[in-house]
């Protein structure tokens, strides 16, 4: 444990003069930064009722209860450090599997949506009358969020911003492409919104189904990546089980293999995944809110 002290110590007096001496606009132009990137990134997860602060609070919870966990189990203050970390950090990877499969959803559901305004277009209602149609008849999933833009527009009468605000909450690539064809067949015009909502269902049919194929070929890549990194530990749980077992890590050398074996641990599951994952698409209204209001 000698190693971990002065760590420590020297990290807490980083952030103490980080504190006192950074400029205090400085301070809170980064601070607000951050918080409105966590603060979209779990509007993307689903959880838009949910505030960073919370968030964060729940991933403390979550360290506390592993470290309280393995402390009893193994009773080795250095793995329990390694479990609050552990632990700390596991609402993050859960978030992003669940904002995955929230996507797939809205991929899914996107195609016959689509289908349903082309079909309004055509048979000539306007564009507020074909959202309304997607509110009442559309997929389930995106029901509540047309019906949202429905109101707004009624509330508002601006419905540029009501769409826009639509991608906001759905957060999703695929929404954006459609928000901004929406947006831009609203502001400019012209008879051809049916055929271009016509081909933009097609196409994200295609890119569902090819997806799906290769996201079924490479899942043993992610299969073998969990069951990679969670061995390891498991083996060190169970080794650890036994008095004299706890006892090797609580030297400082049993703390330098913890770290470099959190370390390679943490580096080989993210290069298998990243090797065994689709690129997600980039989003097109991500921008602040300030600038996505003009945008829109």
Do not use: N
């Not at 409105?36 to 964060?56: D, E, I, K, M, N």
């Not at 400019?188 to 049916?194: D, I, Q, W």
């Amino acid at each position: 444990m000698s190693v971990v002290i002065p760590f420590t110590f020297g990290l807490g007096v980083f952030m103490v003069f980080d504190w006192a001496f950074l400029p205090p606009r400085r301070q809170e132009s980064r601070r607000a930064a951050v918080r409105g990137r966590l603060r979209r990134w779990l509007v993307s997860v689903g959880l838009a009722s949910t505030s960073p602060g919370q968030f964060l609070g729940a991933c403390a919870a979550a360290g506390l209860g592993g470290a309280f966990v393995t402390a009893l189990v193994a009773g080795s203050p250095a793995i329990a450090g390694v479990a609050l970390l552990g632990g700390a950090y596991a609402p993050v990877p859960y978030l992003r599997s669940r904002r995955r499969a929230r996507q797939r959803e809205l991929q899914r559901c996107w195609p016959e949506a689509i289908d349903l305004l082309a079909g309004s277009v055509r048979a000539g209602d306007t564009l507020p009358a074909a959202l309304a149609t997607v509110a009442e008849r559309g997929p389930e999933k995106l029901r509540d969020a047309f019906r949202s833009v429905v109101t707004d527009h009624l509330v508002s009468g601006d419905l540029a911003a009501a769409v826009g605000r639509l991608g906001e909450a759905l957060a999703d690539p695929t929404s954006d492409r459609i928000v901004a064809t929406l947006t831009l067949a609203h502001r400019v015009g012209g008879r051809e919104l049916g055929r271009v909502l016509r081909t933009l269902a097609s196409f994200l049919r295609e890119d569902l189904s090819t997806r799906q194929e290769i996201e079924a070929r490479q899942s043993w890549t992610i299969v073998a990546a969990r069951v990679a990194a969670a061995s390891p530990w498991v083996v060190l749980l169970m080794m650890a089980s036994r008095p004299e077992g706890a006892g090797a890590y609580d030297t400082a050398a049993g703390v330098v293999v913890l770290a470099g074996g959190a370390a390679a641990t943490a580096l080989g599951y993210r290069l298998m995944v990243a090797l065994g994952r689709l690129p997600e698409e980039p989003r097109l209204l991500a921008g602040g809110a300030a600038a996505g209001g003009e945008a829109r």
